[in-house]
């Protein structure tokens, strides 16, 4: 669906007259129903690592601490657990804390036989201890942009034109402008809003797909007897 779909079904709901435009649209209803499409959009991606978000970013070291360009611009936030060296074939943990991060520059030989960690910082992510030049590293992150033009093609972080279409579950964005239209009207909207975070709850814990975990320790039916060690496993 379009936005200008998605604003005009919040419109039959809430009980208003649909509108023309609503990117472009000039009236207090459309200006606010725009507003409220985008708030919506942009908490919404904030929630969870949605699998439509989750973008993988490869990055080469320099021989220093700050990798410059290891952030992509579009970048939200880091999917956990998922930074690798795949030059030296070892998980890169973190991102450690701020004490951490100083309590290893402080002492003189924590770089001898310390696993490779990571800290983002001042938007720039940072490894200890300091790489050397030309190793590959991995992660998964989400993206701050949300939306496609009609085409599918471009990308954008938010809603710009009435023919735009979001990367994410447009009825979530639906139900989650309806409580908010009742809530900036001073209106009761606890029942909308209990819908609306059932919803993004299952819509959570469908998305992607998810392991099936054996309470019993047992392997789940079909499941490989692959075994990954911790830490290095080059042979």
């Given amino acids: 669906m379009s936005l200008l779909t998605v604003a005009n079904d919040v419109a039959d709901i809430i009980g208003i007259?649909?509108?023309v435009?609503?990117?472009?649209?000039?009236?207090?209803?459309?200006?606010?129903l725009f507003r409220l499409c985008k708030q919506e959009l942009s908490e919404l991606a904030r929630r969870t690592s949605w699998q439509r978000l989750t973008k993988e970013n490869t990055f080469t070291s320099a021989a220093t601490p700050g990798q410059g360009g290891a952030i992509p611009s579009d970048f939200l936030f880091l999917v956990n657990e998922t930074m690798f060296n795949y030059s030296e074939n070892h998980e890169v943990f973190g991102p450690v804390g701020p004490r951490e991060w100083q309590l290893l520059q402080a002492n003189e030989s924590?770089?001898?036989?310390?696993?490779?960690?990571?800290?983002?910082?001042g938007n720039?992510?940072?490894?200890?201890p300091t790489p050397p030049a030309g190793d590959s590293y991995a992660y998964e992150y989400v993206t701050t942009y949300k939306v496609t033009d009609s085409t599918?093609?471009?990308?954008?972080?938010?809603?710009?034109?009435?023919?735009?279409?979001?990367?994410l579950d447009e009825e979530l964005v639906r139900l989650g402008v309806v409580w908010r239209w009742k809530n900036l009207k001073g209106l009761d909207y606890a029942e909308d809003f209990r819908m609306y975070e059932?919803?993004?709850?299952?819509?959570i814990a469908r998305d992607g797909g998810k392991r099936t975990i054996s309470m019993d320790g047992m392997r789940p039916p079909g499941a490989p007897m692959v075994g990954?060690?911790?830490?290095n496993w080059t042979p």
């Fill in 152 to 167: 599918g093609d471009v990308e954008k972080v938010t809603y710009a034109l009435d023919t735009d279409i979001a990367k």
């Fill in 21 to 32: 435009a609503i990117a472009a649209g000039t009236g207090g209803d459309a200006r606010q």
């Fill in 110 to 121: 924590a770089g001898v036989g310390v696993q490779e960690v990571f800290r983002i910082r």
């Fill in 124 to 128: 720039l992510l940072y490894l200890y």
């Fill in 198 to 203: 059932m919803q993004v709850a299952n819509s």
């Fill in 17 to 19: 007259e649909r509108q």
């Fill in 228 to 231: 990954i060690p911790a830490g």
